[in-house]
């Protein structure tokens, strides 16, 4: 039987990162020198080809382009690998792992992102449990078919499905959640997979969605907060769809100003997407009150989504078209198992 080939995409992080002698600072090393602290992946069964970001990155330093990069990456390659792992840091990891679920539409093959809390080097480091069990699980078939049929993110022994995933700790080896969906596998003894929960595209083939446009802004509601910033993001002139933070099951301010000014923002043909600053939950408008407004407006609901869902979700679905109906119709719908609805 022929090996399994995994492509293992390198973009940098703390997996991947060494103390700078003269300032004691963390910074990122190039491929070869994380390759030296793992020489458990020879003794993979395994072909294991590598590409690296030219300069490996700090992940606040990623956005739309280097998304792009790396699912162009992976649908050129796609025919030659079993399985892709890409080695991330974990700060803006849910971002990227959202925004490649909806650009990779179609995949038959797991794409799993990974990094950890300490660098590779370091004794204690998280990083090799998530390398070499987020590869064994990009490379596990059955029936020859690829168990993972979509983009997750590997951490501390669970597999979270990658646009459910939030990062929750700066510094507990435990950093993700997918707190509104069950883990899509847990590492033990076995790796033991949730198989009804597992995400089957109902598209046969790949399709590479690369167009992503970033006219996107966030609302977050909070008390006390003052007119002249809920006017100036709701006045930003690029921005045509606008993320609302929300209370709870998505409540918010009932003050007839607030409400005139998101108003207005709908009337021009722009969007407000509602999503709750809750850990958990969906929201519901027209629940209570102080959300049946923003339904009677045109709010539209972003039920369970979380912020680096919602936020992907719209660049793509704004590089996709400019038809706000059909906007507003993809946004509410699940695309890639990325909200529930009830
Ligand atoms: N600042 C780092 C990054 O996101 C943290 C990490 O790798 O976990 O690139």
């Known amino acids: 039987m022929p090996k399994h080939s995994i492509l293992l995409i390198y973009t940098g992080g703390t997996i991947g990162m060494i103390s700078d002698p003269e300032s004691g600072a963390l910074k990122a090393v190039d491929f070869e020198h994380l390759n030296e602290q793992i020489p458990e992946l020879a003794n993979f069964d395994l072909n294991i080809a590598v590409h690296s970001f030219d300069k490996a990155l700090d992940s606040s330093n990623m956005g739309p ?15 030659s690998y079993d399985g892709f792992v890409i080695l991330h840091g974990s700060d803006t990891m849910a971002y990227t792992a959202s925004a490649l679920s909806f650009m990779l539409e179609g995949l038959g093959k797991p794409v799993i992102l990974t990094g950890s809390q300490l660098p590779i ?9 998530n390398l070499i069990t987020a590869i064994e699980i990009a490379a596990d078939k059955e029936d020859g078919v690829s168990k993972v049929q979509e983009v ?6 669970s597999l979270y499905r990658g646009n459910r995933t939030h990062k929750i700790s700066a510094e507990d080896f435990e950093a993700f959640e997918s707190p509104n969906l069950a883990p899509m596998a847990e590492a033990g003894v076995h790796i033991t997979y949730n198989v009804p929960a597992l995400y089957r595209s109902p598209v046969p083939e790949l399709m590479l969605r690369d167009e992503l446009d970033a006219s996107v802004g966030l609302l977050t509601v909070y008390p006390g907060m003052p007119k002249a910033y809920y006017k100036s993001i709701l006045g930003v002139p690029e921005l045509k769809i606008v993320i609302l933070q929300s209370y709870g099951s998505g409540n918010a301010p009932t003050d007839p100003e607030f409400i005139a000014a998101l108003r207005s923002f709908i009337d021009s043909g722009k969007v407000i997407l509602n999503i709750t600053q809750c850990e958990e939950g969906s929201v519901d408008l027209g629940k209570y009150e102080t959300s049946r407004h923003l339904l009677n407006i045109g709010v539209i609901s972003g039920y369970d989504m979380t912020l680096e869902a919602a936020l992907t979700k719209s660049m793509f679905l704004l590089g996709q078209s400019d038809d706000i109906d059909w906007i507003n119709e993809q946004l509410q719908s699940s695309l890639r198992g990325e909200l529930t609805r009830p």
């Not at 792009?68 to 025919?79: G, L, P, W």
């Not at 080097?121 to 449990?129: A, H, L, M, Q, V």
């Not at 997750?152 to 022994?157: D, I, Q, R, S």
């Open 65 to 79: 382009e280097h998304w792009k990069h790396i699912a162009r990456v992976i649908f050129s390659e796609y025919d």
């Open 121 to 129: 080097g370091i004794i204690r480091t998280d990083g090799k449990e």
């Open 152 to 157: 997750c993110v590997y951490f501390e022994y």
